[in-house]
T-cell receptor, first 112, second 114 residues
């Protein structure tokens, strides 16, 4: 059990560019979650996968955001045409049913 | 709507003091879970405890204890004999029984000074 892994740890990009983050959940965890955390706030739910199916999306997830989990293992979160307001820590978590979520270290996104 | 309130933004204590972090929640669900997570300066959220809505029994784990009271919709966390390593931001969270998505409070930053 190596824990939830996120890559990259930090991403700096110019406004308007596209970025993609990757999350590798704990092996055998069929549930995967993405959250966003801004400075001084708690994490906010973005989306949730059970295996490869995306079962829920927050209203926070605008049409510039897309998440995938093609084979029910790792997941990617893409932000197109980044804006200043997208600067945040993006957290991934995984779990199995009826067990608590375990979080990765997050990807910190900074928009110049 | 579901909501978690952590009214204490920041708490500072001296090592060995006891400290209680408050958490008040709102939900219309009858089945739900409550959580505490710790976020040290490194950034990773560390799971501490989960309680379901049907279990109001208080829990103790070493220097940590949790008091769940449905009558006041509170789930408070006490650290006994605090240590410098306890310095972190602590988040209380609520989840529905079905989707498990977490609703977090704004966190309480605890600073323990030597």
């Amino acid at each position: 059990d190596t824990g939830v892994s996120q890559d990259p740890r930090h991403k700096i990009t110019k406004r308007g560019q596209n970025v993609t983050f990757r999350c590798d959940p704990i092996s055998e965890h069929n549930r995967l979650y993405w959250y966003r955390q801004t400075l001084g706030q708690g994490p906010e739910f973005l989306t949730y996968f059970q295996n490869e199916a995306q079962l829920e999306k927050s209203r926070l997830l605008s049409d510039r955001f897309s998440a995938e989990r093609p084979k029910g293992s790792f997941s990617t979160l893409e932000i197109q045409r980044t804006e200043q307001g997208d600067s945040a820590m993006y957290l991934c978590a995984s779990s199995v049913e009826d067990q608590p979520q375990h979080f990765g270290d997050g990807t910190r996104l900074s928009i110049l | 709507a579901q909501k978690v309130t952590q009214a204490q933004t920041e708490i500072s204590v001296v090592e060995k003091e006891d400290v209680t972090l408050d958490c008040v929640y709102e939900t219309r669900d009858t089945t739900y879970y409550l959580f505490w997570y710790k976020q040290p300066p490194s950034g990773e959220l560390v799971f501490l405890i989960r309680r379901n809505s049907f279990d109001e029994q208080n829990e103790i784990s070493g220097r940590y204890s949790w008091n769940f009271q449905k009558s006041t919709s509170s789930f408070n966390f006490t650290i006994t004999a605090s240590q410098v390593v306890d310095s972190a931001v602590y988040f209380c969270a609520l989840s529905e029984a079905v989707t498990d998505k977490l609703i977090f409070g704004t966190g309480t930053r605890l600073q323990v000074f030597p």
